[in-house]
């Protein structure tokens, strides 16, 4: 009987989440960061102890490898990621690191041999915080970022990409990254729900056919400052209010496709000069727009820069905007999904299925393997916050159904 070993996992999320760059129960880890080399450093002992093969590719993606009895076949994979955005908490991403560990060690333990190889994939920069893009290591990895465009992303403080990562540690062209279609049979995410479902339904286990689609915008308007005493109202040109304004489009756009689904939200605005006596003369705004629907949710893009054109206009400000990405949704693998129901089914688990919201590494691992996810529940629905939240027992459940889902895939 496959079962996860509660008390080591719990120690292990608890020692994990204690790197970090905020003060506990905060957890930030941002890419290529100290704190984000100590964690990988941290998951590369555990994936030593647990007699996995380790490798690291240019951008520092980490692969930790149980070879299968027939080393000609491709193999199944697992994984998720454990940088952190500011201020969230313990469980998103590191649920499906530290418990696809778990996984495994409960697999050797049951005295399981693999037919396929079994590989734990640590992505690198899941979170789009540094580089304003999300899912940096599995873009790359499937070919959706190439590696020219990786290369020259910049962070906030100008350093580009392929500075950032030799100073970490990982040299080498960037198109090395790129695997194959068909190097993995099948990849399989375990992640909290980070929505409300399965815990106001009672439902331990989520199994998600599909991942919505998401969208991002740089948005930088340059307008006029000034004294903010003695520039009169009619004369200004100012380009907080401009940002404040196509957030507001942003949001009304969202709320008018009548859909649910479709979700909108600016949750970066920088202003500059920053002066409380200064009208601000220039600002950046970044939105982040989703649907399940990609075309429902390219139209909300093209009703948003429909309005910036009447902003720009009517305020007298000039708006340059960068579509960030605007990535199609993804549909999850018949037979992976068939093997996390089976799995669910063979521990007496309740599951429902359901679609991710939030974006994964998932999404992008679709482009090149049949996937599925595995959801549990966290309390609230809380994500993305410091009270984020899942128990012992629904990861260990997860951990379980993982195992099980592993050891059917990687036997087939
Ligand atoms: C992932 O963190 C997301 O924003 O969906
Ligand atoms: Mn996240
Ligand atoms: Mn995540």
Redesign the pocket.
């Known amino acids: 009987m496959l079962t996860a070993n509660r008390a080591r996992l719990d120690g292990e999320i608890a020692t994990l989440a204690a790197i970090s760059e905020a003060a506990a129960p905060a957890v930030t880890r941002i890419v290529f960061s100290a704190c984000d080399l100590r964690a990988r450093a941290y998951f590369k002992e555990l994936a030593h102890s647990a007699g996995l093969a380790l490798r690291e590719d240019a951008v520092g993606n980490t692969f930790a490898r149980w070879p299968g009895s027939e080393p000609g076949l491709s193999a199944v994979a697992t994984g998720s990621h454990i940088d952190a955005?500011p201020n969230a908490g313990a469980y998103?991403g590191t649920v499906g690191v530290l418990g696809g560990i778990e996984a495994i060690r409960a697999l050797q333990a049951d005295g399981f041999v693999p037919r396929r190889a079994i590989e734990l994939i640590l992505f690198t920069s899941?979170?789009?915080t540094r580089f304003g893009i999300?899912c940096l290591g599995s873009r790359l990895m499937s070919g959706s970022l190439d590696a020219s465009s990786g290369s020259r992303l910049r962070d906030q403080a100008g350093s580009t990409l392929d500075e950032v990562r030799s100073a970490a540690g990982f040299t080498g062209p960037l198109e090395t990254v790129r695997m194959a279609a068909g190097a993995y049979s099948a990849f399989v995410e375990l992640h909290i729900e980070?929505g409300p479902l399965l815990e106001r339904e009672e439902i331990p286990i989520g199994i998600v056919t599909a991942i919505a689609a998401?969208a991002s915008l740089r948005i930088t308007i340059d307008g006029e400052g000034g004294h903010a005493g003695a520039v009169l109202m009619p004369q200004r040109h100012d380009a907080f209010l401009a940002a404040a304004e196509i957030a507001l489009a942003a949001e009304a756009a969202a709320k008018a496709t009548g859909a649910i689904d479709t979700v909108a939200t600016a949750g970066v605005c920088e202003v500059f000069p920053g002066a409380v006596n200064s009208i601000p003369s220039r600002a950046s705004l970044m939105l982040?727009i989703r649907d399940i629907d990609g075309m429902r949710r390219d139209s909300v893009l093209r009703s948003v820069d429909a309005s910036i054109a009447g902003i720009a206009a009517r305020r007298g400000v000039r708006i340059a905007t960068e579509l960030i990405n605007a990535d199609d949704p993804a549909s999850c693998g018949p037979a992976a999904i068939e093997a996390l129901r089976e799995a669910a089914l063979s521990r007496n688990l309740l599951h429902r299925e359901m679609v991710s919201?939030?974006?994964?590494d998932s999404l992008f691992m679709a482009r090149i393997a049949p996937v599925a996810m595995l959801f549990i529940p966290c309390r609230g629905g809380y994500s993305?916050r410091p009270d984020e939240f899942a128990s012992s027992q629904h990861i260990a459940q997860g951990v379980e159904v993982l195992a099980e889902a592993l050891r059917r895939l990687s036997s087939a």
């Open positions: 955005i998103d899941e979170e789009p999300g980070q998401p982040d919201r939030a974006y994964h993305h």
